[in-house]
């Protein structure tokens, strides 16, 4: 065990001075800190969400599940949060948010390298999101090695097979999640790592779907910062699934 340091304050240890130095509103108007405190909260979430998945990407890699669980379900309980935080920041108004917007200039969530990353890291990987990175940024750089490295599902799949299933084609996992499901006694484990990762996307699509409604009641119709069509964009993001297989599976159920 690290000693602790002698005289360490709450303050040194959180290292508050660079964290609460770290809010720049480029407005005079009050509501601008709430956009900013809102962000920055959100990516301390990712951090930790990545933190968790990349513990569980690891832990289903050797068949520690009860583990996995423990670390996933954390995941679902800070995404609950970055739901319900969505309600804070619909107190900021149209009009409030119309007097600050064009300080953002082209800034957008959409550039946010954690989110990418969480949605490879959970299995949705789309090498085209690279572009939207600086060219040998690291969020850049981090998304490259999360396109190549194996993703949660990736993991899941690799138990499966130590468990006697095969999986050399789509068809085959799908067919072996089925039966994970039709007989969850005799694959419990398994089973409930599946519905885990169902958690995970159901509270994934939560969160979009409240963007999307926060999204509309404070900009309507109007193009995005990051230049996509805005609500339009955000809707064609909600049938997004990390784990589409073991959604499909219960329509046979
Ligand atoms: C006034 C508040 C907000 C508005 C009007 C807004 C609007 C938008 C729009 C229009 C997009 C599509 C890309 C673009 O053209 O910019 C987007 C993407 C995104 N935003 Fe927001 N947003 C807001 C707040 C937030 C907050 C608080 C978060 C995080 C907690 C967030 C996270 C994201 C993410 C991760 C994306 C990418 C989604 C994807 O590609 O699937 N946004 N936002």
Redesign the pocket.
């Known amino acids: 065990m690290t000693a602790t340091p002698a005289g360490m304050s709450y303050a040194d240890y959180l290292d508050l001075d660079r964290l609460l130095g770290a809010q720049h509103p480029r407005s005079d108007l009050h509501d601008e800190m709430l956009?900013i405190v809102?962000?920055q909260?959100?990516e301390l979430w990712l951090k930790q969400m990545l933190h968790e998945v990349a513990l569980s990407i690891s832990l289903v890699g050797s068949d520690r599940f009860a583990e996995a669980y423990k670390a996933l379900s954390r995941v679902s309980r800070i995404q609950s949060v970055?739901t319900l935080?969505?309600d804070v920041?619909a107190t900021?108004t149209p009009v409030d948010?119309s007097a600050f917007?064009h300080v953002l200039g082209t800034s957008?969530?959409?550039q946010?390298a954690q989110?990418?990353e969480l949605?490879f890291r959970l299995g949705i990987k789309d090498s085209r999101?690279l572009e939207h990175q600086e060219g040998g940024s690291a969020g850049q750089e981090r998304l490259r090695a999360a396109l190549q490295e194996p993703s949660l599902w990736d993991e899941a799949n690799a138990a499966l097979a130590r468990a006697g299933f095969r999986i050399d084609s789509e068809e085959a996992i799908a067919a072996a999640w089925l039966r994970v499901y039709r007989d969850s006694e005799t694959h419990f484990e398994l089973y409930q790592l599946a519905e885990k990762l169902v958690d995970i996307d159901d509270a994934l699509a939560a969160w979009?779907h409240k963007?999307l409604l926060?999204?509309e009641r404070?900009?309507g119709m109007?193009?995005?910062?990051?230049?996509?069509?805005?609500?339009a964009?955000?809707a064609s993001?909600l049938a997004?699934r990390a784990f589409p297989v073991l959604w499909a599976l219960r329509t046979e159920l």
Do not use: D
């Open positions: 956009f809102i962000h909260t959100k970055m935080s969505w920041l900021l948010y917007r957008s969530g959409f946010s989110f990418r949605e999101f979009r963007h926060t999204v404070i900009i109007k193009t995005g910062t990051g230049g996509s069509a805005g609500a964009y955000l993001t997004k």
